[in-house]
């Protein structure tokens, strides 16, 4: 899957504190750099 600003951004509007969302968004961006993919593979959270 291609990574898509869009989508990005879609995913950070998603109601859930502040905390939740960098969490995934640390856990994902490390996950995408560790396999290096441009998709985490956890579509919908934020960070993918």
Do not use: Y
Request: proline letters at 10%; aromatic letters at 6%; a positive charge.
């Amino acid at each position: 899957m291609k990574p898509s600003p869009e989508v990005f951004i879609n995913n950070l509007k998603k109601e859930m504190p502040w905390v939740e969302k960098i969490k995934f968004i640390l856990k994902n961006t490390l996950i995408k750099i560790i396999k290096g993919q441009p998709c985490c593979g956890h579509h919908g959270e934020p960070g993918c």
